[in-house]
């Protein structure tokens, strides 16, 4: 990221993908392990995927920074504490902290996040989204091959049942084009 995108909200977002699919009454995150610096790639198995919240009841992927998105799962836990475990509460508060709080405000990352009910995307600009697609089938994706894994994924969800095979054949689009994502993927399922 260069200062003058930054100063003018441009953010971009690189080195992962992370992919979310809610369908038949089941939701799963992947995520690629690549972590890169620039055009080199510092290791290749990171986990961008894990459970979070008591029981592990809900998951989550990001992109962007690391310390930054260790730093937002914490204080998401917190928030899904505080708010016993209603996921959408707690992104809501989450999000509003994330665009108020000085410190919070300089994070640079994004999630996704879901548990048996809700897919939502978080952005550091305030930003809930739930995925357009109903309570049948909800597809989200974020990072640089984001949108590649995303198209993969809309593409499949006609002729596919299974989210779990859903994302794990758009995750593998996205490594075939994306140079900041890989193969190793890292799957959680509610």
């Known amino acids: 990221m260069n200062d003058s995108n930054a100063s003018h909200g441009l953010i971009q977002w690189h ?6 699919v809610k369908k038949g009454g089941r939701t799963v995150i992947a995520g690629d392990g690549q ?6 790639v510092m290791k290749p198995n990171a986990r961008k995927v894990r459970r979070i919240g008591e029981g592990g009841k809900v998951i989550g992927g990001f ?13 998401l836990e917190k928030k899904l504490e505080q708010y016993r475990g209603q996921l959408l509460r707690a992104a809501v508060e989450l999000a509003k ?5 000085k410190y919070l405000r300089n994070l640079e990352a994004l ?3 879901a548990d048996a009910e809700v897919l939502l995307v978080l952005t550091g600009n305030g930003d809930v989204l739930e995925p357009e697609g109903g309570p049948d089938a909800q597809i989200a994706a974020i990072g ?6 995303l198209a993969a994924a809309r593409a499949l969800d006609a002729y596919e049942a299974d989210p779990e095979v859903i994302a ?7 490594a075939d084009i ?6 190793r993927v890292t799957l959680e399922t509610i």
């Open 168 to 174: 794990r054949k758009a995750m593998q689009v996205a």
């Open 35 to 40: 972590v890169s610096m620039g055009n080199t």
């Open 15 to 20: 080195g992962t993908t992370i992919i979310g």
């Open 178 to 183: 994306c140079v900041f994502t890989n193969d």
């Open 144 to 149: 640089s091959g984001g949108n590649y894994a």
């Open 63 to 75: 992109a962007g920074a690391t310390a930054d998105a260790f730093t937002l799962f914490d204080r």
């Open 111 to 113: 999630m996704i996040v």
């Open 97 to 101: 902290d994330w665009r108020t709080d």
